[in-house]
Structures are given as C-alpha cells and as structure tokens.
C-alpha cells in the first residue's frame, strides 16, 4: 500500500491509482461473502453498520448488480428490518402481511419531482429500510419523516401515505 487515501489526500483533483489503499487501514481483515467472487464484492468488519460489515464492491460490478427499488423483487421479499438513523440493531421487523403492505404503501406513494421536505420543525427523522429477500444480499433503502410528509427516493422524492408511520413504531 502506497498511502490510505482517505487520511492523507486534500486534493480534490487527486485520482486514485492503483495501489492506493482508499478507506482501510494496512491489515484490516477482509472477508469473502457468499456467492460473489473476491473481484465482485468483499466484506470487512465494521461495527457501526448494519449487519457488522460494511462491503466493498468493484465499481464494474457495481453498475451491473440490481441494487436500486425499482429493480427489488418485491415478491421475493422475505423480512423487512426498520432502523433508526444510526442504529444497528433493528426496532422493528416485519413479515408476511405487514411486509406485503409495507410494500404496498411505498408502491403507491406518489413521486413528486422537486419536493422539497418541511423543516419548520428542524431534519427529518431518519429510518433505514432493509429487505432480505431469498438472494445473497439484503437491500437498504432511506425513508424520511418530517412531520408533514414520510417520503423516501427510489428516483425521486415518493410521498407515502401516513399510514406507514404505524410501522416506524416499535412493535407493540
């Protein structure tokens, strides 16, 4: 490794050649995940995320994998995991109808290009949307409440009925 990007670069027209190390320290333990080749997507442990590894994909293969809503297969989706911002353990996870009807709700938002959220009130509250489906990887999306509107972006800000804010509760 020539230098850790990350710590040392303040020159914003710097470009990454190879052999520079960009966020990992020199030893980092890294992990092979499941089904991917180690050229594909590798894990390291990081206990601030979601899961306990914060992955690292190449950037070819990352264009190629389905990550985005629109490409989801909602019908496959076995679990939804509801997290507060920042938080790594789940305060809610929803299965069979709840989860079919959490979907159904995103789904039927309306897309409002331009939407622009009410901070009278200060930021929204921040949640993370994980959906586990039968494949290797889970799925995690952002979905926002700021008082006025719960709203999340699959291309552009969706406004979703209130009825969601049932869900961003923990179970009872």
Not at 111 to 119: A, E, I, M, S, W
């Amino acid at each position: 490794m020539k230098f850790k990007v990350a710590d040392v670069v303040t020159n914003p027209n710097y470009r990454t050649k190879d052999g520079d190390a960009a966020y990992l320290a020199e030893g980092t333990r890294l992990y092979r995940v499941e089904g991917f080749g180690p050229d594909e997507i590798i894990a390291a442990e990081d206990p601030d995320k979601i899961g306990g590894y914060r992955l690292y994909a190449e950037e070819d293969f990352c264009r190629t994998i389905a990550h985005h809503y629109a490409d989801m297969p909602k019908d496959r989706v076995e679990r939804i995991a509801l997290f507060a911002n920042g938080e790594t353990h789940p305060f809610r996870a929803l299965t069979g109808e709840e989860a079919e009807r959490f979907i159904a709700l995103l789904e039927s938002g309306e897309d409002k290009p331009g939407f622009t959220p009410d901070r009278t009130h200060g930021d929204p509250v921040y949640y993370t949307m994980v959906f586990y489906t039968d494949g290797p990887l889970a799925l995690a999306y952002h979905l926002e409440d700021d008082g006025t509107s719960v709203y999340f972006h699959p291309d552009f800000a969706r406004v979703v009925d209130d009825e969601i804010r049932q869900f961003l509760e923990p179970a009872p």
